[in-house]
């Protein structure tokens, strides 16, 4: 099966522009999750949806960061206005939650950030 | 609240020996437990889980992890580690409880395996 894809792949922009990432997740996967990880640490989930509804948004900073997924199938994720911190690499990932708390996630390659 | 720990960042080992790469978690409810694998400028990718039943689950590429539930721990071993098993190695937990669900990850651990 095809894996999650995201483009682009790196991104380089200045402090205070807007970016937008993009995910398309497996197919028949009804969950999708975009995380941020940091240099040295963990991914950290950002924002959950469950086809097209959020399930949990609660570390994602909502006054600079958005997201959605329309049609419940691919998302964006965009960052307006940037800040230094938000360098990181942003990982979406699917999972096919017949039972949400078995299924494993599937990563993409995800998409790395450096704000200038 | 959960948490997981990860408390080596750095483990090394030589070609052929084994490998054991910690951690400890902390949930409320009943854990569920699973183990990834980054190599460099790639996602993350699933090795194994823990959901119930035998303790010692085993996973891709031959590891294993020992679930432990007196000392909080599920660590990540392989009987004998190859150099293409360097790699950075999550924990990650969720409670399976209520309505949480949330994928919660270690800091990560970076296994370097010699020749």
């Known amino acids: 099966e095809a894996g999650v894809a995201q483009s682009p792949r790196y991104k380089i922009i200045e402090k205070r522009q807007s970016v937008a990432f993009w995910c398309n997740p497996i197919s028949g996967h009804a969950t999708l999750y975009w995380y941020q990880q940091i240099l040295g640490q963990g991914p950290k989930l950002l924002i959950q949806?469950?086809?097209?509804?959020?399930?949990?948004d609660s570390q994602l900073p909502k006054d600079r960061f958005s997201a959605e997924r329309l049609k419940g199938v691919d998302s964006t994720l965009k960052i307006q206005p940037a800040k230094l911190e938000d360098s990181a690499v942003y990982l979406c990932?699917?999972?096919?939650?017949?039972?949400?708390?078995?299924?494993?996630?599937?990563f993409g390659n995800g998409t790395r950030l450096t704000v200038t | 609240a959960q948490s997981v720990a990860q408390p080596e960042d750095q483990v090394n080992v030589a070609e052929g020996n084994p490998l054991t790469v910690k951690c400890t978690y902390s949930?409320?409810?009943?854990?569920?437990l699973f183990w990834y694998v980054q190599y460099p400028n790639r996602g993350l990718q699933f090795l194994l889980k823990y959901i119930t039943g035998d303790n010692l689950v085993k996973g891709s590429y031959g590891f294993e992890a020992e679930f432990n539930k007196s000392q909080t721990s599920f660590h990540l071993k392989k009987p004998s580690a190859l150099v293409s098993d360097s790699a950075l190695y999550f924990c990650a937990v969720r409670d399976g409880t209520g309505q949480g669900g949330k994928l919660i990850f270690g800091q990560g651990t970076e296994l370097s395996v010699k020749p």
């Open positions: 949806f469950q086809n097209n509804g959020v399930v949990d």
């Open positions: 990932a699917s999972s096919f939650e017949r039972n949400s708390f078995n299924s494993p996630l599937h």
């Open positions: 949930v409320s409810g009943n854990p569920y």
